[in-house]
Nanobody
């Protein structure tokens, strides 16, 4: 079984910064794409950023230029550096990873339980 555990959420002021981390654990053969998604109250979950195993990144327009996604393949960990935070960034942030394990023939998607980020005015 694969577990994704997020950390680093909390309260920040507008214009401030936070860094999220997400570590994958379990019997892992390979992790393909990793990413961060968020869900604000009353809204659907949306993509924030993704990163491939080779380091190619993709960002939503709303965070481009403010957030940076990175990963440490040796540690099976993905990070999200968030800067110039805005109140509209307030949401629960979820980690996602496509993971190949010995149990299944194809990689499967796994989700963390989420970490709350609150940005005040």
């Amino acid at each position: 079984q694969v577990q994704l555990v997020e950390s680093g959420g909390g309260l920040a002021q507008a214009g401030g910064s936070l860094r999220l981390s997400c570590a994958a654990s379990g019997i892992i053969i390979r992790i393909n794409e990793m990413g961060w998604y968020r869900q604000a109250p009353g809204k659907q979950r949306e993509l924030v950023a993704t990163i491939t195993s080779g380091g190619s990144t993709n960002y939503s327009d709303s965070v481009k230029g403010r957030f940076t996604i990175s990963r440490d393949n040796a540690k099976n960990t993905v990070y999200l550096q968030m800067s110039s935070l805005k109140p509209e960034d307030t949401a629960v942030y979820y980690c996602n990873a496509e993971v190949k394990t010995p149990v299944y023939s194809n990689p499967r998607n796994y989700w963390g339980k989420g970490t709350l980020v609150t940005v005040s005015e």
